[in-house]
């Protein structure tokens, strides 16, 4: 999977790229996270990547053309516009509050179905609506309104990523815990001491025994919220 992320913070995501198993998976070649100044495809001295709406208002929006030179250029397919690239393995994801919610189901879809990723991170108080015309879909990381969409964009690689073969080295704990997540389900889990101010840790997930263990988990099994 390659990841394309044009933002006006480029340096927001040093320490997430760097560290970890997003490192890890970088340095195996399965992941390629490019992260993009927006600031590389403006046109004037200054840079200008904003300007002030239309009509008034407060604030102000990203601008057009900077944005769409830098979809044009990630894109893996020669298509004019993003929005070309259906069917193909690239999505263009725009990320903004007013998208459609980000869930596990959303990030085993594209986890599946894609091999690029090329994220949208807005900022200030929005976007040239006309950017709706350039990408895939819309997506939100919740139902709350963040500076810009680096957290996002953060949130969705990871979570994508580690779906990935080979990514994360404990296959296991993958399948236990998409099952747990597709089903609703989750169960408490401890590690050492036995005993923390006086809170035990249950006397079933001491004794070895595979089958009462997991009577006692699927007894103590949460809904999660
Ligand atoms: N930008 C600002 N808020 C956001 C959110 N909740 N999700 C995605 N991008 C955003």
Redesign the pocket.
Known sequence: MRYDIITIFPSFFDSFKNESLLKKAQDKKLIRINVHNLRDWTADKHKTVDDKPYGGGAGMLLKIEPLVKAIRAFCKSPAHKASATKGKKSRVIL???S?KQFTQKKAVQFAKKYDQLIFIC?RYEGFDARIKKYIDEE????P???N??EV?AMAIVEATARLLRGVIGNVKSLKEESYATEKNLEYPQYTRPEIFEGHKVSSVLLTGDHKKIAEWRKKHVKKSK
């Open positions: 990320l903004t509050p998208g807005g997506v939100s990381l919740g709350y309104v963040l810009g969409g996002a």
